[in-house]
């Protein structure tokens, strides 16, 4: 975090200061009252189940040198900085320190793998910057708190930054797009989430395409699917420049040859009548597309499509997200992290993909697989036809199916349905051997990785 006055900072933000020295420096914001507060500032949020103006002692205790509280909440003897609302507050110091970092932004968001083009275009950058020299959101802070958070990491040291944007609601991308105000924006997909608040695809696109409202320069958008010119026209509101990826030469990022292996796979990335080829560790078609995403994002940033090869290939995914790993000669897929129809199908097409390859056969793959949630009115209906799309194109495989949209359809189809991933997994013990890839996925809080330590 850059060091500034709390007087340089409410003067930006906002407020009143109450009993503080406007000269006192400010290294650190915090949320969290537990943690040592020295010369920082804490932040009393508000939550659905927690309101932190109860714990302003506790920050107190823990050395805060100043509360940020709402104005009517605190009592006047305390060293504060009073708000209407603190999360604004918070937000809006974010905006500060990337106003001090002065560093160029690309903000990315999507349906499905929003997070791999952000590592892969953290990658990227690194190979134009050096390591250490980007900042990125980590883990899963693409919200409304997880965004200023990200930024409140940035140093002198940093040279650019990428930003994860999440959302479940609509108007939630546009105040995170504020926060940012990105010099480019990237959607990197339009795919049936959170569709109990965002209603339908275009309902998502709307809202996805809510990210180049602050934008400066550049709209990066998927040219293949049918919410392109949506988010093209969004895109041609603000007056941005519009470059388009996918899998054809209609595009401008493309790619093409792609050839895929449980251990990774390799594919052509073309540009503007240039061809590399990449190498990587990352399954499946889906993955070289997103690499197109990344690579426009790189070419804004001046970088050589060879650069970007190279920034490619040192992609490394976070988490629960396509990880292999063995035992006793059973394979794990565990791509658990979260699931919708598309990344459901993306799973099952590798699998396929695998199959046809010749590295395992149908009859040695168990599918592990868990209810895909927010999916809204077509909950059902999506959960019956991943299951129909198992039974038509990959006779043999053994199915686990765990959670009440999937048990929807026990009756059917001839495969094996479950209440929770305890209770899949502790079936998936008795069926494993020698030669097996048990392959998991489902949405985040099906904790389908349970089902590796039933007991």
Known sequence: MFELTIGEICDFCGGELLNVDRNIIIKKAETDSRKDMTDGIFFALKGERFDAHDFVEQAMANNAAVLCVQNDRVSRNLPCWLVAEPLKAYQKLGSLMLQKADIPVIAITGSVG??????MTRSVLEQK?????????EGNTNNHIGVPQNLMRLTAEHKAAVIEIGTNSFGEIAVLSEIVRPDAALVNSIAPCHLENLGTLEGVAKEKSAIFDFAAELAVIPGNIPQTEQLKKAAEARNLKIKSFGDSNAQEFYFSDFKGSIDGSSFVLHCSGESVVVKWNLQGEHQAQNACGAAAAGKFFGMSLCEIAEGLKNTSLPG?????????GVHYYNDAYNANPASMRALLNLVCECVKNGEFAFENVILV???MLELGENSLAEHRNILQFIADEMSGVKVLAAGANFGHWADDFDMEFFPDSVAAGKRL???????????LKGSLSMHMENALTAE
Do not use: P
């Open 114 to 119: 929003k997070t791999s083009v952000k590592e």
């Open 129 to 137: 910057f050096g390591s250490g020299k980007v900042l990125f959101t």
């Open 320 to 328: 629960r997200r396509s990880k292999i790993t063995e035992s006793n």
């Open 369 to 371: 697989i868990g209810d």
């Open 429 to 439: 013990k008795t069926l494993q051997s020698v030669g097996n890839w048990v392959f």
